[in-house]
């Protein structure tokens, strides 16, 4: 027998049903997505919001519920369809976006800064570091010196601009300095040769000599009793001193240090102002002159009279 009362059309189970509608909500939510990356002239997105809320209102009062993927952390509204997580969070994928210049993030490498996403250039131009020389952002190595950060190539020596190798560098007032120009510019220079000096040094006359350098500036002899004789700034021995000074004595060719008996023009020791023929000590104003000699009145005579 066939029964005559009527038969209801079998429901799909709930959980194929929210399965469908996750599957429309999420057809939608892509829909959405392509929508608001168009830039048409009407907004998109709080229209698709009222239909994806209409539609889940009929279908709540059909007593067919879905789960939402979650609550965008950008628009503070549930997420149906496709989700981004980042940060933590769960995001609207139109949502990320840099919390700086708003460009879309979804698909893009971001950087994270105190929990909010940056792209790569307003992160850099915000928190990187600076580089002393040209002021712009080290995006790569970073090199820190004299309290500052540099690029590697632009930490170079400030006055002839060479990159620092092993040998490090020197600094003076704030600038940094290859060991060449450092000593070049601001070491003091040797009197003798203007080199600068580094090492052993000596102090004389109001400045600083090499020990190799501090020597007679006549003959270039060194000074090995430890005296030297100065004039005009410069080092002498005793004897080039004396020939400077015209006060070498023209008959034994040594310095006149003490008594002096000047005669034509010429220095003598008094022991060494005597005839030249017969030696003996001549008295000033009681010799004569012949062919740069001195004679006796005796002598004089008797060879030239």
């Known amino acids: ?58 279908l709540q009062e059909l007593g067919i519920t879905a789960t939402p993927a979650g609550v965008c952390a950008g628009c ?30 979804h698909g893009q490498p971001f950087f994270e800064q105190g929990g909010r996403a940056f792209c790569e250039e307003d992160y850099h131009q915000a928190f990187s570091p600076r580089c002393a020389y040209c002021a712009g952002s080290i995006r790569e190595k970073v090199l820190t010196a004299l309290d500052q950060t540099w690029h590697p190539e632009h930490f170079f020596c400030a006055h002839c601009g060479k990159v620092f190798g092993d040998e490090g560098f020197l600094e003076r007032n704030g600038k940094p ?44 002899s060194g000074f090995s009793g430890g005296s030297f004789f100065e004039l005009e700034g410069r080092p002498y021995c005793e004897l080039h001193f004396h020939q400077r ?22 220095k003598y020791h008094p022991e ?13 104003g009681t010799f004569r002159e012949r062919g740069d000699k001195m004679y006796c009145q005796a002598c004089h005579d008797k060879l030239f009279l």
């Open 177 to 220: 300095y290859c060991r060449q120009d450092f000593l070049a510019t601001f070491a003091p220079k040797c009197q003798g040769c203007e080199r600068p000096v580094t090492d052993n040094y000596l102090s004389a006359l109001q400045g600083v000599w090499h020990p190799q350098c501090f020597v007679c500036t006549e003959c270039l």
């Open 76 to 105: 503070r509204k549930p997420i149906a369809g496709k989700v981004l997580t980042a940060l933590g969070k769960t995001w609207h994928p139109q949502h990320f976006t840099c919390a700086r210049c708003g460009q879309g993030l």
């Open 272 to 284: 060494h102002f005597v005839c030249t023929y017969c030696l003996g000590r001549l008295q000033k």
């Open 245 to 266: 000074q015209g006060t070498i004595c023209h008959g034994c060719g040594r310095p006149v240090t003490g008594r002096c008996v000047t005669a034509a023009g010429r």
């Open 1 to 58: 027998a066939v029964s005559s009362s009527p038969t209801s059309v079998p429901q799909p189970p709930p959980t194929a049903a929210a399965q469908q509608l996750d599957e429309l909500l999420a057809d939608l939510g892509h829909m959405q997505s392509e929508l608001s990356g168009q830039g048409a002239g009407v907004p998109a997105e709080p229209s698709l919001d009222n239909m994806l809320g209409s539609l889940t209102r009929d």
